[in-house]
């Protein structure tokens, strides 16, 4: 995993989606972030998107292996669908943030042959699986 398309992330710095996404891009993983409500815009240095799709059609030369979504349980049907239809393009897998959970949406995304994980932090696991010394 080396380049994270964020779904809702926030440009308010105080969110959650805002922090866990600097704490990636600090420790040299490449974002795009994917918000219809401020596409067009930059949050932490990066052009946002509206869809995923259009994310990879204006950066094909990117291949985003990770998307991240911080959506309501309710409303990540359509990003976990938009990762399925991305797999061709690169994208290995679908996490879900702490608190966010799709048992059926990650089924389909695991009967995809993609890797789903829901209801973890990114940032949590990163700091638990890598070593501080090893953190760019």
């Known amino acids: 995993m080396r380049t994270i398309a964020v779904i809702g992330l926030s440009p308010k710095r105080e969110r959650d989606s805002h922090r866990v996404t600097a704490y990636m891009q600090r420790h040299g993983y ?3 972030p994917v918000n219809p409500a401020v596409a067009g815009t930059e949050i932490l240095g990066e052009r946002v998107y509206a869809t995923l799709a259009e994310a990879q059609a204006a950066l094909p030369d990117l291949e985003i292996d990770t998307v991240n979504v911080f959506r309501r349980s309710v409303d990540t049907d359509q990003p976990i ?3 399925i ?7 290995r897998t679908v996490w879900l943030q702490l608190g966010i959970v799709n048992p059926d949406g990650l089924r389909r995304a695991r009967a995809a042959g993609m890797r789903a994980i829901e209801d973890r932090c990114l940032m949590v696991e990163h700091r638990r699986l ?3 010394d090893r953190v760019r």
């Open 81 to 83: 669908a938009d990762a």
């Open 130 to 132: 890598v070593p501080t």
């Open 85 to 91: 239809a991305a797999k061709q393009a690169g994208v």
């Open 30 to 32: 490449r974002i795009v």
